[in-house]
C-alpha cells in the first residue's frame, strides 16, 4: 500500500546531514511495514532486529561503541553490515534503553550506518521511565494510519484518476462534477467506517467484508488494552482504559469538551491527567485545546483545562461506540455521533498533515470546530457532517477577527463564495498549511 512518508524516508536517506531516524507512532500504523519495504526497495540488505522480540539483544550494547555493536550484529543475523548499503532497523527501540542511547554514539561517530528505529510506545518510555534520550543527535518522523488520500489509492488502482481531479478543483474553487461527487462522497462513508489502520484497509480491499473489519478494529483496541497494562503503573491503568473508552462517548455529545466529572462522577483533572498525558504519549487520542484569545503564537493562548479528546482513528472511534455501516450510508437521522465522528475525522486529516490546531468559543456560544495557521494567516475551519451550511458561529467570527479568508468543510461541493472557500468532507486531504490555497 504506497504511504506519504515513503518520500520521507527517501529524503532521509540522501540528506547531507543524516542522523539516525527515529519514526514514532501508535502501534498498528505501519512502521515496521514501511521501514521494511523502503530497506528491501532502497538497499542491498537489511538487517531487521526486534528488541521486544528478543530480549538478549541488549547485550551487544555493552559497551557503546558503534564498530563493536554492529560486528556483534552482525555476527547474530549471519550477514555483513555494509555502511550505506544495508538499512539497520531497530524496531520496538523503546524495550532497550541501551540501543536508545546508541544512536547519540553512531551519530558522532559512526554516521555512514543508516539506522532507523521504531517505538510504538517510544513517548511513554522516555517522558515515564526517564530513559536516557539522544536529544540533538536523532532526526524525528512520526507516521499516523492511512489518511483518505492513502485509503483512495488502497481501495482502488483507479481512485488515483479521482485523486487528481480532487485536487484540481480543491485549487480551482469549481464544483466536481455531480457523479463524481457522490462517489468521492460514498468513499468518504466507507472510510468513517473502516478508517485508515493499515491491516484493517487491507482486510477490507482483500474481502469488501464490514463485519470483518470489525473484528480487526476490535482487536487492535484490545491490543492498546493490552498495552495499557503492559506500560504503566498498576494504579493507572483502570484509569486510562476508562478514559480511553469515554473518548468516543464524549463526542457523541452536543458539547464535545471533554469532562472528567462526566468519566466518573467526581471526577477531577488531578485524578485524570495522567491517563489522558498517557494515552497521548502513546500517540493513540490527542487533546484540541481551546483558545482563549485570537492571537500569535497561538499555542501561547490555549487553555490547559479545556479541550476536545480524540481517538487517532476514525475507523476506532466508529468501532468504539459500534456504529454500524448502515448508519453511516444510509444517513440516518437519529443518528447523533455523526457530528462527533465527523470531527474526529478532520482532526486526523489535519494532524497527518501536520498542523497544529485549536478550537475557539465565544461568550455568546458560538463555536469554531478548529483554528490554525496556514500561511501568515489564522484560519477558522468550520465542520459540518452535511450539507446545511448555515452558520451563526462562523458569521460571528469573521466580523469580530476579520480573517483573510474562512474554510467550511461539508458535504457541499467546491466552491468560494463570500470569503468562503468550502470544501467537501472528502478533500480535507487536499489542505496544506504551506499554501494560502486561494
Not at 550494547?61 to 550484529?73: A, C, E, G, R, V
Not at 542511547?101 to 532507523?116: N, Q
Request: proline content about 3%.
Amino acid at each position: 500500500m504506497k504511504r506519504k512518508i515513503y518520500q520521507d524516508l527517501l529524503d532521509w536517506k540522501t540528506s547531507d546531514d543524516r542522523k539516525p531516524l527515529v519514526l514514532q507512532g501508535a502501534r498498528q500504523v505501519g512502521k515496521t511495514y514501511i521501514v521494511n519495504l523502503f530497506g528491501i526497495n532502497e538497499y542491498s540488505n537489511v538487517a531487521y532486529f526486534n528488541f521486544e522480540q528478543e530480549k538478549n539483544l541488549k547485550d551487544f550494547f555493552n559497551p557503546l561503541d558503534p564498530k563493536k555493536i554492529i560486528s556483534k550484529l552482525g555476527m547474530h543475523k549471519r550477514k555483513e553490515i555494509l555502511p550505506g548499503h544495508t538499512l539497520i532497523i531497530f524496531d520496538e527501540i523503546q524495550a532497550c534503553p541501551e540501543a536508545l542511547t546508541s544512536l547519540k554514539y553512531f551519530c558522532e561517530e559512526a554516521k555512514e550506518y543508516h539506522i532507523i528505529a521504531t517505538g510504538s510506545l517510544l513517548g511513554v518510555s522516555v517522558n515515564r521511565e526517564q530513559h536516557s534520550f539522544p536529544v540533538g543527535k536523532v532526526q524525528f518522523l512520526t507516521m499516523y494510519p492511512m489518511d483518505f488520500e492513502e485509503f483512495l489509492f488502497a481501495n482502488n488502482e483507479y481512485n488515483k484518476a479521482l485523486i487528481e481531479e480532487i485536487r484540481f478543483h480543491y485549487n480551482e474553487n469549481t464544483p466536481l462534477d455531480a457523479p463524481l461527487h457522490n462517489d468521492a462522497m460514498d468513499l468518504y462513508k466507507q472510510y468513517l467506517y473502516i478508517g485508515g489502520m493499515p491491516e484493517v484497509v487491507d482486510l477490507f480491499t482483500r474481502t469488501g467484508n464490514y463485519d470483518l473489519v470489525r473484528v480487526k478494529q476490535n482487536e487492535i483496541i484490545e491490543s492498546y488494552f493490552g498495552d495499557m497494562s503492559k506500560y504503566n503503573k498498576a494504579t493507572e491503568i483502570p484509569k486510562v482504559r476508562l478514559i480511553y473508552k469515554n473518548i468516543s462517548t464524549q463526542l457523541a455529545k452536543e458539547n464535545k469538551k471533554f469532562q472528567y466529572k462526566l468519566v466518573k462522577s467526581g471526577g477531577r483533572a488531578s485524578l485524570f491527567e495522567d491517563a489522558v498525558e498517557w494515552l497521548c504519549l502513546a500517540g493513540i487520542a490527542n487533546q484540541l485545546y481551546k483558545l482563549k484569545d485570537i492571537a500569535l503564537p497561538l499555542n501561547a493562548h490555549k487553555s490547559l483545562t479545556d479541550f476536545k479528546f480524540y481517538m487517532n482513528d476514525v475507523g476506532l472511534c466508529s468501532a468504539s461506540q459500534n456504529v454500524l455501516i448502515e448508519d453511516i450510508l444510509l444517513d440516518k437521522n437519529g443518528f447523533e455521533f455523526k457530528g462527533g465522528l465527523t470531527e474526529n475525522y478532520v482532526n486526523n486529516q489535519l494532524i497527518t498533515n501536520k498542523f497544529e490546531s485549536y478550537y475557539w468559543t465565544s461568550k455568546y456560544d458560538a463555536e469554531i470546530d478548529f483554528i490554525t495557521r496556514i500561511g501568515q494567516d489564522i484560519i477558522p475551519i468550520e465542520v459540518k457532517s452535511n450539507d446545511n451550511t448555515k452558520s451563526k458561529s462562523l458569521n460571528e467570527y469573521n466580523k469580530t477577527f476579520n480573517p483573510a479568508y474562512s474554510i467550511r468543510i461539508s458535504a457541499k461541493n467546491f466552491g468560494y463564495e463570500n470569503n468562503i472557500k468550502s470544501i467537501p468532507l472528502y478533500a480535507v486531504f487536499c489542505i496544506n498549511k504551506e499554501n494560502n490555497m486561494l
